[in-house]
């Protein structure tokens, strides 16, 4: 059901989702909600016309996550982390806030040491 809401209404689902991350705090709760899948199709689905809504999504959750959460956004089958190589996409945004809100979001997720041992160890 919150599929068909999402193809159908992605900036409801969108601020929904952006509120609930801001006002959780319960950490059984925030796990909850990072493993539901529709988290996985919104991070995977970041396409330019509800930039702003996503962001507000996105970031919050790049910035919460921890090094025991953080495997929730491991893809397995292509050895990468989509939040990261969706952030990634927009570094060189035209639009000065975007650029800022990726690089924070970046920066929170590299923060997490396990992220770092990943990337080290795909570097060798």
């Known amino acids: 059901m919150l599929r068909s809401l999402y193809r159908h ?4 689902v969108l601020k929904a989702m952006s ?9 059984p709760c925030i796990s909850y909600v990072l493993s ?13 016309s ?9 970031k919050p ?9 953080l495997a ?9 982390f989509p939040l990261v190589w969706e952030a990634a996409r927009f570094y060189n945004h035209p639009e000065s806030l975007v650029r800022a809100s990726t690089s ?3 920066l929170g997720l590299l923060r997490s040491s396990l992220i770092c041992k990943i990337v080290s160890w795909l570097a060798t």
Do not use: W
């Open 9 to 12: 209404y992605p900036e409801e």
């Open 50 to 58: 509800h930039l702003e809504y996503y962001l507000s999504v996105v």
């Open 19 to 27: 509120m609930l991350m801001f006002n959780l705090n319960r950490p």
């Open 104 to 106: 924070s979001m970046i």
């Open 72 to 80: 929730l956004f491991y893809n397995q089958r292509h050895c990468r």
């Open 36 to 48: 539901h899948p529709l988290l996985c199709e919104i991070i995977a689905d970041s396409g330019t």
């Open 61 to 69: 959750l790049a910035l919460r996550l921890d090094s025991s959460k």
